[in-house]
C-alpha cells in the first residue's frame, strides 16, 4: 500500500458543478497538507497548502484535512473549464520532502 | 523571474547512450529535487539535495547520478540509459526554511529512450 492513495480519475463533471477530490494517506507523521494543480505538458503548481487539521478557503477553492481518519480534500465551486487539469495531492512532515499521490484528472466540460 | 529552469525539454536516446538533464533556480532555495513523472505512477523522487554540497537518494534512484554544481543547479545523469526510463523529469526546488514544504517546478524534460 502507497503511503498516500488519490483515484487517477478521470472525473468528468459539467461546468458549474462542485468538484470533490480526495486523498487518504496512511503516515501519522504528515503534518504539511497541499494540493497541485498541473496543466497539460506543463509542472505542477501549488494551489493549496494547510497545516494539521482543518479548512482552508481561497476564492472557489476549499481545502479539508481530517487527520483522525488520515483524509484530505479538495473542493472546487462553481467549476469552470479553466479548471481542467490534474490535481495532485501531497504531504510532508518534519523533513518537508512531499509524499504525493497520484494526481486525479478532472475535466469540466462546457 | 525564471523560476526553475529545465534544458532539454525533449530528447530522444537509444538505448545505452548517456545524458544529462540540466536544471537551474533563481531563487535562492537551498533545496532541489528531481522527479519523474510516468503515466498512473504520480511523481516518484529520484534524488535531491537538502543544500549546497549534499545529495541523497529519493524513492527510485537506480540507474541516475546528480551533481549539485552551486547552490543554483543540480543535474541528473543517466549514464547508460533504458527504454524504462523513458518519463517525463521534473526539477524542483524549495526553501525548507519557510516551513511548508512548497516545491516550485520547472515545465519537465521529456524523454524517451528506443
Known amino acids: 500500500q502507497k503511503e498516500v492513495e488519490q483515484d487517477p480519475g478521470p472525473l468528468s463533471v459539467p461546468e458549474g458543478a462542485i468538484v470533490s477530490l480526495n486523498c487518504t494517506y496512511s503516515?501519522?507523521?504528515?503534518?504539511?497538507f497541499m494540493w497541485y494543480r498541473q496543466y497539460s505538458r506543463k509542472g505542477p503548481e501549488l494551489l493549496m497548502y494547510?497545516?494539521?487539521?482543518g479548512n482552508k478557503e481561497d476564492g472557489r477553492f476549499t481545502a479539508q484535512v481530517d487527520k483522525s481518519s488520515k483524509y484530505i480534500s479538495l473542493f472546487i465551486r462553481d467549476s469552470q473549464p479553466s479548471d481542467s487539469a490534474t490535481y495532485l495531492c501531497?504531504?510532508?512532515?518534519?523533513?518537508?520532502?512531499?509524499?504525493f499521490g497520484r494526481g486525479t484528472s478532472l475535466i469540466v466540460h462546457p | 523571474n525564471a523560476g526553475v529552469t529545465q534544458t532539454p525539454k525533449f530528447q530522444v536516446l537509444k538505448t545505452g547512450q548517456s545524458m544529462t538533464l540540466q536544471c537551474a533556480q533563481d531563487?535562492?532555495?537551498?533545496?532541489m529535487y528531481w522527479y519523474r513523472q510516468d503515466p498512473g505512477m504520480g511523481l516518484r523522487l529520484i534524488y535531491y539535495?537538502?543544500?549546497?554540497?549534499?545529495?541523497d537518494k529519493g524513492e527510485v534512484p537506480n540507474g541516475y547520478n546528480v551533481s549539485r554544481l552551486n547552490k543554483r543547479e543540480f543535474s541528473l545523469r543517466l549514464e547508460s540509459a533504458a527504454p524504462s526510463q523513458t518519463s517525463v523529469y521534473f526539477c524542483?526546488?524549495?526553501?525548507?526554511?519557510?516551513?511548508?514544504?512548497?516545491?516550485?517546478f520547472g515545465e519537465g524534460s521529456r524523454l524517451t529512450v528506443l
Open positions: 524542483a526546488s524549495s526553501d525548507p526554511g519557510r516551513n511548508t514544504g512548497e516545491l516550485f
Open positions: 503516515n501519522s507523521a504528515f503534518q504539511y
Open positions: 494547510t497545516y494539521s487539521s
Open positions: 501531497a504531504m510532508s512532515g518534519g523533513s518537508y520532502i512531499p509524499t
Open positions: 531563487m535562492n532555495h537551498n533545496s
Open positions: 539535495s537538502a543544500s549546497e554540497g549534499t545529495t
